[in-house]
């Protein structure tokens, strides 16, 4: 166990030096904060790896107030079924601001691996199909003779896939993410001035970690952190520190690099669970908006068999009923 300790205290040292080296141009996939109430939507090898099934709903108005806004829904569910195998599903509908909007869903499957007595690994891949929809007839524009717009509605249906690996005990996990692993093509046209380009679901890569300390039988710490880069852009890392206190509330602070502080809180009470998230813009952004909202519903559907002899967080950890994830 000393030995993945010090795997994961190398990795976060590794994932803070990224983060602080480089700056945030600009990504394709829709923002999320608080990645870890819902850490199945950053990797697919999350799926089946919880002791219950969680089936969760998120809606995020980014800069809220502001119109043409982004707006965000997602509703997700991943099981264990025998043989350590996972399923889960994702869909979502990202309106990127009022003349581009993008709806899809993603299918997973994973396999877990009992690395020992405590740790497990799992991998996990996903089909990955997007409908992107571009109504420039919407467009605001200065030239209205510009050979890129067509005046009407430009929809176009893409496929490829999101592999993901995570090294997990009941107390930490680590592990990354490839979304647009294929970097399929989106078929909406390129501009005409673009010569032998043309628009493509860019390959992301996400790194992430998260560490679990029972500080004393009421309180928790949670710090995770992730990563997020392009083949064509730098990283933008999110560092979160989460406290839990009698097994059913918590807060959370984090922040994302050259974007946002977020604040935190949320709970489990049952079979339910609920978060909310708001962001508190540090960029160019907050002239238009200072702020952004974010919340997710959880519920999480018990089982009494299926599940693979490890599992992520610590809802069952030693038959207590002590509630993370």
Not at 38 to 66: D, H, K
Not at 194 to 221: A, C, K, P
Not at 288 to 300: D, I, K, N, V
Request: include cysteine.
């Amino acid at each position: 166990m000393q030995i993945y300790l010090k795997s994961l205290i190398v990795f976060a040292l590794g994932v803070c030096m990224l983060g602080a080296s480089v700056n945030v141009q600009g990504q394709q996939l829709f923002r999320r904060s608080q990645f870890m109430t819902n850490p199945y939507l950053s990797n697919p090898a999350i799926a089946g790896t919880l002791p219950e099934t969680p089936v969760s709903m998120t809606y995020r108005n980014q800069w809220a107030g502001f119109e043409g806004a982004p707006k965000t829904m997602t509703l997700s569910g991943h099981t264990s079924l025998p043989n350590n195998i996972g399923v889960g599903g994702i869909v979502y509908s990202d309106n990127t601001g009022g003349a581009i909007k993008q709806t899809g869903f993603e299918l997973t499957g994973s396999y877990t691996i009992d690395l020992n007595n405590y740790d497990a690994v799992s991998f996990g891949l996903s089909l990955m199909a997007n409908q992107w929809s571009f109504d420039n007839a919407s467009l605001d524009v200065w030239d209205v003779g510009d050979p890129a717009l067509q005046w009407g509605m430009e929809q176009s249906t893409s496929m490829d896939a999101h592999f993901g690996l995570m090294v997990f005990s009941e107390a930490y996990s680590f592990g990354f993410a490839i979304p647009h692993l294929l970097q399929s093509s989106t078929g909406l046209e390129a501009s005409p001035f673009s010569s032998g380009q043309e628009n493509i679901g860019v390959r992301h890569f996400r790194f992430m970690g998260t560490y679990r300390y029972q500080v004393s039988d009421e309180f928790l710490l949670e710090p995770s952190g992730i990563v997020r880069l392009t083949e064509r852009t730098p990283a933008q890392m999110d560092v979160y520190i989460r406290g839990w206190y009698a097994q059913m509330a918590w807060v959370s602070l984090g922040y994302r690099t050259n974007d946002a502080l977020v604040l935190g809180l949320g709970g489990e009470y049952g079979p339910f669970g609920l978060s909310y998230a708001y962001d508190v813009t540090n960029t160019g952004a907050q002239y238009f908006s200072p702020h952004s909202h974010e919340m997710t519903l959880t519920y999480f559907v018990p089982r009494s068999s299926g599940f693979s002899s490890k599992s992520m967080g610590n809802r069952r950890i030693l038959g207590r009923n002590r509630l993370v994830k």
